[in-house]
């Protein structure tokens, strides 16, 4: 008998994860084995696991029994032959953006636009999917994974595997401000800056040149937070107080932002997201990374007239994750702002039905396998 590893695996839709032994997997030729040393997850993901099916049909899981755990981070265990640039020993962030490699899309560096696009250890976006979790079902929360070699992200020494399993929601940011050609000297809102997605573009703000981040959010004590993060280039509004255009506005000589990014969550009022949008300016952008769910009255004639464009952005690429080790590794994004709470792999159930005092964007939640 091979070499065994545990590994938190859901069984129903909904049910607790149980702890299984299981071989560790061999990497097929392109591939290579990660012991994962930390895996990021989303707070309260048992609530989005057990609802996924029904809120989001067109999503699907993986076949169950599965193991999921979307933002890995580890040491290259084993590389298969056909692998030339990874070597064992190596720390990576392993990017869970899976997709076929063959189709158009994917030749041109665009895996996400592939229809086989699939979260590994989380969900799909089609009914393709399957085929991809056949080849790949192994998500972080256990002890070795199989990846393909193009989803390998180098992690400078300077990166803690903390750090990097919030590579995924970091790199939704960031994947987000490149779609906007993000630049020194630039203005931008954040809707929900205090959140997990919010406060990375904060960051890459931040890191990026950017002279004015203007934020809102609901919580003062964490605007407070992001504000003491640069005084002179953050300003924050809390949400409810008067309206975010008008006082962006006032913030950019009555011109409004470059570009605008709605990080608000799924339950947050479409009207807040058409408050926002107005306060992009002539010429700019709007991108959305959050998952405001309601229906948006957009003012089609108000985008004409203004040229403004509204964009969705979901997820990066592994060389976008690069981007971001490599500011990492020059000091010009600072990770140190994350508080990291850890959890064994065996109070994997513990973690993942909800947690108490949430510093918003600050609290960084991994399992350590
Ligand atoms: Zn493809």
Not at 17 to 35: F, N, R
Not at 119 to 142: E, H, V
């Amino acid at each position: 008998m091979g070499k065994m590893m545990r590994a938190a695996r859901m069984h129903e839709v909904g049910g607790p994860m149980s702890i299984d032994t299981i071989p560790v997997p061999t990497p097929s030729a392109a591939d290579v084995l990660v012991e994962v040393k930390a895996c990021g997850m989303v707070p309260n993901l048992g609530n989005v696991l057990a609802n996924w099916t029904k809120w989001f049909p067109h999503l699907p899981l993986p076949k169950l029994p599965a193991i999921f755990g979307l933002d890995p981070a580890g040491v290259v265990a084993e590389v298969g032959v056909h692998v030339l640039d990874v070597m064992v020993g190596d720390r990576v962030y392993v990017n869970p953006l899976r997709s076929c490699g063959g189709c158009q899309m994917c030749r041109a560096g665009e895996r996400s636009r592939c229809r086989y696009f699939t979260f590994n250890g989380y969900f799909g976006f089609g009914p393709d999917s399957q085929k991809i979790y056949d080849i790949y079902p192994y998500g972080g929360f256990c002890e070795f994974m199989t990846a393909p070699q193009y989803a390998l992200v180098t992690l400078p020494d300077n990166v803690t595997f903390e750090q990097a399993a919030r590579f995924g929601y970091l790199g939704t940011s960031y994947g987000a401000m490149k779609k906007v050609n993000a630049m020194p000297g630039q203005s931008m809102l954040v809707d929900g800056i205090s959140g997990t997605l919010g406060l990375g573009a904060c960051l890459f703000g931040l890191a990026m040149g950017m002279t004015r981040i203007l934020g809102t959010g609901r919580n003062k004590d964490l605007l407070a937070r992001v504000k003491a993060l640069a005084p002179s280039r953050v300003e924050v509004h809390a949400l409810g107080e008067g309206s975010t255009h008008e006082w962006a506005k006032a913030l950019t000589d009555g011109e409004g932002v470059d570009f605008m990014i709605s990080a608000l969550g799924p339950g947050s009022p479409a009207s807040t997201m058409v408050d926002s949008l107005q306060a992009v300016r002539r010429g700019g952008k709007a991108v959305n990374v959050g998952a405001v769910a309601e229906m948006l009255p957009l003012d089609i004639h108000w985008l004409m007239d203004e040229q403004i464009q509204v964009i969705g952005s979901n997820w990066s690429t592994s060389a976008q994750c690069q981007d971001m080790a490599e500011m990492a590794r020059a000091g010009t994004l600072d990770l140190s702002v994350f508080e990291h709470q850890r959890f064994p792999l065996a109070d994997i159930n513990n973690a993942i039905s909800g947690l108490a005092d949430r510093n918003g964007g600050f609290s960084n939640y991994v399992i350590v396998p």
